[in-house]
């Protein structure tokens, strides 16, 4: 399985053990990922679809030609690139008439969108029945003893009607790759709540909802290792203003946030060593020290 | 609380309903019933001066400059929970990003979202990646094993930039 691999911009420029702990679990399940030349941001779906939702269409529907060049369906590693990039695709193919008018702008610097691009997020494909097969078998270090939260995010599953990827209200496929590690996932009342990254006015919305989360997490009688989530936003989110509220309120918040590629990395038999799960505020002691006991 | 507002019929600007609704993909305002659902699944609903039944009903009524100059339509996250849940499939998400791309066009518009098309014009990426910042980011990905970025092809993004009607907003950004 080939993909062209768009990396976006935070996790490459701002995170890139992240992308690392990516690129590991993609060779050991043997997808080849291509670089793609000239792609810029996917554009960024908050800002940029606010500014203008012609500049955002055309500028996500540059980046869909380069794909269609390479004869590729696109791999993504971040909700916002998935949402702007597979929300472009499928606002192209309903509107023949607004594809014109896109296209117009386009033909301008040569390109040319057809829509044969396909767009996956990770987690879309690994949770396919063949994918978490494969899984299975390659998993050298089971997680048996983890107790996981997931943290499915926005922009991964809404709207459901563009998205088309899981169930908007009870979400799984997370849950199932994990399941399929060896891990427990815990249910919580909080789970679909967002991480308020993208209320960006208001920095106390974002506080208070990472807080009404963790409080929810560190309560739970199982005990959870580690709050796992797909999207570079809500883990830098999580991660950053629980240590800030930790301090600020005197509260115990001590889950380390973890990106699913890491985890699954860590499954698949990747040294500690060669992750970095220390570049976090919250750092994962207990959680390592489980995994090397 | 919200200010009890007073305005006479004559006063309503009552075409807004379908300068909104005429856009691709809003066409959907004009079934809402307002029952709702939107406010009550809505992540930010005790943080806005109006919560999303109330956008919609404002947009019904004309009430435009009132609309384009609340907090409610920068505050929210898009989270897209009122569209999903929406009975009558009114798409509220996508109609405030409409009513958004409106407040632009008359320059209401918060330097947190601005700062977004500048950073994208001038580098490519929505994360700065010039000069020595270029040079930090090479060296980490370098250490760490990763294949070097592929330069972004800048003069084609800042075509569509300007192409698209946001170049001047780009300009007046960087005069400040």
């Known amino acids: ?54 500049t955002w269409v055309a500028l996500g529907a540059r980046n869909l030609v380069i794909a269609e060049r390479m004869g590729l369906d696109i791999m993504t590693i971040c909700s916002g690139c998935y949402e702007t990039l597979k929300t472009v695709s499928v606002l192209l193919a309903e509107d023949k008439e607004y594809l014109k008018k896109i296209n117009g702008i386009l033909n301008k610097i040569n390109y040319n969108y057809t829509g044969k ?9 690994f949770s396919q029945p063949e994918w978490l097969d494969k899984i299975k078998k ?11 939260a997931v943290h499915y995010g926005c922009h991964l599953i809404r709207p459901s009607k563009i998205m088309k990827f899981d169930h908007p209200e009870r979400p799984e496929k997370i849950d199932i790759i994990l399941e399929a590690l060896g891990a427990k996932t815990v249910e919580y009342a909080t789970k679909l ?25 560190c309560e739970l009688e199982e005990g959870v290792d580690a709050l796992i ?65 | 609380m919200t200010q009890m507002l007073k305005k006479n019929a004559n006063d309503l600007y009552k075409d807004f309903r379908y300068e909104i609704s005429k856009k691709v993909g809003a066409k959907s305002l004009l079934k809402c ?3 709702g659902v939107c406010s009550s699944g809505c992540t930010v609903t005790e943080y806005v001066d109006l919560q999303p039944h109330r956008v919609v009903a404002s947009c019904l009524l004309g009430l435009k400059e009132e609309v384009l100059s609340s907090n409610a339509i920068w505050t929210c996250s898009l989270c897209h929970r009122c569209t999903e849940r929406c009975p009558k499939n009114v798409d509220y998400s996508f109609i405030l990003a409409l009513l958004r791309n409106m407040a632009v066009k008359e320059g209401k518009i918060p330097k947190e979202y601005s700062i977004s098309v500048v950073t994208i014009y001038n ?3 929505v994360v700065p990646y010039t000069g020595g910042l270029k040079d930090n980011i090479d060296r980490r990905r370098t250490r760490m094993g990763l294949p070097q970025i592929v330069p972004p092809k800048l003069e084609e993004i800042q075509f569509i930039i300007k192409e698209t009607g946001l170049g001047g907003l780009v300009e007046e950004e960087e005069e400040k």
């Open chain 1, 1 to 54: 399985m080939e993909y062209a691999f768009f990396l976006g911009c935070t996790i490459p420029l701002k995170l890139p053990f992240l992308e690392k702990a990516f690129r590991d679990v993609a060779s050991i399940l043997d997808v080849k990922l291509k670089e793609m030349e000239g792609v810029g941001c996917c554009p960024e779906p908050v800002a940029m679809q606010s500014l203008n939702i012609d």
């Open chain 1, 117 to 125: 691009t396909k767009v996956y997020h990770f987690v879309e494909l």
């Open chain 1, 138 to 148: 390659l998993v050298v270090k089971p997680l048996d003893d983890l107790n996981l």
């Open chain 1, 193 to 217: 709540e967002c991480c308020g990254y993208c209320a960006r006015l208001q920095e106390e919305i974002g506080e208070n909802l990472v807080e009404e989360k963790m409080t929810e997490l």
């Open chain 1, 229 to 293: 989530a797909v999207c570079p936003a809500c883990t830098t989110q999580y991660d950053r203003k629980e240590k800030i509220i930790a301090r600020r309120t005197g509260k115990e918040l001590d889950i380390p946030v973890l990106y699913l590629a890491e985890i699954m990395a860590i499954a698949l038999g990747v040294e500690l060593e060669d992750l970095s799960l220390n570049n976090r505020s919250v750092k994962p002691n207990k959680l390592i020290n489980k995994l090397t006991t």
């Open chain 2, 33 to 35: 019933i307002q029952c």
């Open chain 2, 123 to 125: 580098n490519g990426f």
